[in-house]
């Protein structure tokens, strides 16, 4: 799914791992002393990253005693170590694609036995299954969506504040075509959170992936009204006036102005707000210089150039000054 950072996983893995390592136990039968010992083997290879050894270790340590509670983040970390032995390039290989639907299997047997734990590391990890679930159903794994649906549904049900499962339940209806779905959950998520600012970026990007952009502004200025101090809020609306009024040949001469204009008056809210904000500098050059080329009298040209000069000036002395840390 790429509403979800999957380049993040791994190491959020890794981080759950040293968190809910094996402790020690006074129990001496042989199946888990043997469960044990094959967990902390498993685990040392999954932080090395040999992800064969580690799935083969994890799988001893559930044969052994895959009810133990000590070892139970094995299901969790066996899913994931054959997840990460699969690879895309691979697909349609009988051997490559049952590591994934293996992986599946376990993903939600560790969902089901960590998620009701009342260990808070424990629910950490079943909620990371579900989300690894979720990324193993996209595109480039197994691809089928339909069967993310109701386990993302089941997400949003079970943690109905949670923006992050909305927006991946909104990403799965919007990479499979059904826009108005995608809209609607976008939307709930926003109704949901009204004090989140990722619920309006994100309503704000997707209506500019359907090229929508007035509803893009919409949303983004909404977010600015709620978070009205924050410089960023404003900066970022600017960019995308920036960018459209750039990029969007089919803009008339006029449009462009009023994309231009607009964009320079957000920018100069975050300036207000923040006199020093080199990034909102970048901006409002790059706008002046927009305005400067739809200007008929070179005067006013050379002025707005002028202006965009020394704003890049400007934003370079702030940067210089910052990264030498004085």
Do not use: H
């Amino acid at each position: 799914m790429r509403s979800f950072s999957e380049t993040s996983l791994p190491l959020m893995a890794v981080a759950l791992v040293t968190t809910v390592a094996l402790t020690a136990a006074g129990c001496g039968q042989v199946n888990q002393l043997k469960g044990r010992k094959s967990y902390k083997d498993a685990n040392t290879a999954y932080q090395a990253q040999d992800y064969k050894k580690a799935a083969d270790l994890y799988q001893a340590t559930i044969d052994a005693d895959g009810d133990a509670k000590d070892t139970l983040p094995a299901y969790f970390f066996l899913a994931n170590s054959l997840d990460n032995l699969y690879k895309p390039s691979k697909k349609g290989d009988p051997a490559n694609d049952a590591l994934m639907e293996k992986a599946v299997q376990y993903y939600q047997t560790a969902a089901d036995k960590l998620g009701s734990s009342d260990q808070p590391e424990y629910k950490k990890l079943g909620k990371l299954s579900l989300q690894y679930l979720v990324a193993a159903y996209g595109t480039d794994k197994l691809n089928d969506p339909a069967k993310a649906e109701p386990v993302l549904q089941a997400m949003i049900r079970a943690e109905p504040n949670d923006p992050a499962n909305y927006f991946m339940l909104a990403r799965l209806y919007e990479d499979a075509g059904v826009y108005d779905e995608a809209e609607r959950i976008f939307i709930s998520a926003k109704n949901n959170r009204p004090n989140d600012a990722s619920v309006y970026t994100s309503l704000a990007s997707f209506y500019n992936r359907q090229g929508k952009f007035d509803k893009t502004i919409d949303a983004l200025e909404q977010r600015a009204q709620k978070d009205a101090n924050n410089p960023e809020a404003w900066q970022t609306i600017a960019v995308y006036y920036q960018d459209e009024a750039r990029k969007d040949s089919r803009l008339r001469e006029a449009e462009k102005r009023d994309y231009v204009l607009k964009g320079i008056a957000a920018v100069d809210k975050a300036l207000n707000i923040k006199p020093d904000y080199s990034d909102a500098m970048t901006y409002k050059g790059l706008l002046l210089r927009l305005q400067a080329n739809l200007e008929k009298d070179r005067a006013t040209q050379e002025k707005l150039l002028k202006q965009a000069d020394d704003l890049k000036a400007k934003s370079e002395e702030i940067r210089k000054k910052k990264a030498s840390g004085a």
